[in-house]
C-alpha cells in the first residue's frame, strides 16, 4: 500500500471517528448536548440537523470515491463548530477544559489535508459541474 492511501486511511477514519462519536450525545439529546445547542439558540432542531450532517459526513470520509467531499463537508461543519466556540459558546463549554474545541480543530485540520490529499476527485468534480 502507498505511504500516501495509508495516511489518507488514517486521517479519514480518525476524522469519522471524532464526527461519529458524538453522534450518541447528539441523538439521544444528552443533558450537555442540549446545553450547548440551546445557547446557539439552535435547539432542537439545530442539533439533530448537525448530527445528521455528521453522520452523512463520515460515512463520506469511509468511502474513496467521496473522501474529497466529505474532506469539505468535515471542514464547513468544523468551520461552524470553531466559530459557535470563538463568538458564543467560549472555548470551554460545561467544564470539558475546551475538549470540543480542539476536536473540532482537529478535525478542521485533518479535513484540510484529507482534501489536498484528494484533490484531484475535488478537480474532477468541478469539471464535471462547472465545466467552462
Known amino acids: 500500500m502507498k505511504p500516501v492511501i495509508l495516511l489518507s486511511w488514517v486521517l479519514r477514519i480518525v476524522a469519522a471517528a471524532i464526527l461519529l462519536q458524538t453522534l450518541y450525545f447528539k441523538f439521544t439529546a444528552h443533558p450537555e448536548s442540549v446545553i450547548l445547542f440551546t445557547k ?23 468511502i474513496p470515491s467521496t473522501a474529497f467531499i466529505g474532506g469539505f463537508m468535515a471542514m464547513m461543519l468544523m468551520v461552524g463548530a470553531i466559530g459557535s466556540h470563538l463568538f458564543v459558546i467560549g472555548i470551554e463549554s460545561q467544564g470539558d477544559g475546551g475538549q470540543l474545541f480542539i476536536l473540532a480543530l482537529i478535525v478542521f485540520k485533518l479535513s484540510l489535508i484529507i482534501q489536498f490529499i484528494h484533490r484531484k476527485e475535488g478537480i474532477k468534480l468541478i469539471q464535471t459541474y462547472f465545466p467552462k
Do not use: H
Open 40 to 62: 446557539l439558540g439552535v435547539e432542537p432542531w439545530g442539533r439533530i440537523g448537525t448530527g445528521v450532517l455528521e453522520l452523512i459526513t463520515g460515512i463520506l470520509l469511509l
